[in-house]
């Protein structure tokens, strides 16, 4: 147990990066419904195509999640849960940072 005055830093280079993952996701999800639309009906107010669209990306993304999440959990009994909740998030957050800085 750490004590009175301390701050134990155990985990927060994690704490860190799930912050930035989920603050990088939920900026750009938002997002990708305009830039569908604009891509596909340039000009035009509705676009059902880019909303369906959309909704079976998150489907893909959703069903990826789940077949990844019991291959992870089998993966992190090996190479320890902090290393393996850490990279990959690490590495989502890369291509939606760029996202942001593009808008």
């Known amino acids: 147990m750490a004590e ?5 830093w155990g985990l927060s280079h994690l704490f860190l ?14 997002a990708i419904t305009d830039v569908c639309m604009a891509a596909l009906c340039p000009g035009e107010d509705e676009c059902s195509l880019a909303i369906y669209l959309t909704g079976f990306q998150q489907t893909i993304i ?3 999640s789940l077949v990844m999440m019991p291959l992870i959990g089998k993966l992190s009994d090996l ?16 291509p939606t940072g760029k996202c942001i800085i593009y808008f």
């Open 62 to 64: 959703g069903t990826g």
């Open 79 to 94: 190479y320890g849960r902090k290393l393996l909740l850490t990279f990959p998030l690490i590495f989502a957050i890369f």
């Open 17 to 30: 990066t799930v912050f930035l993952f989920n603050l990088s996701h939920y900026m750009v999800v938002p």
């Open 4 to 8: 009175t005055g301390t701050m134990s």
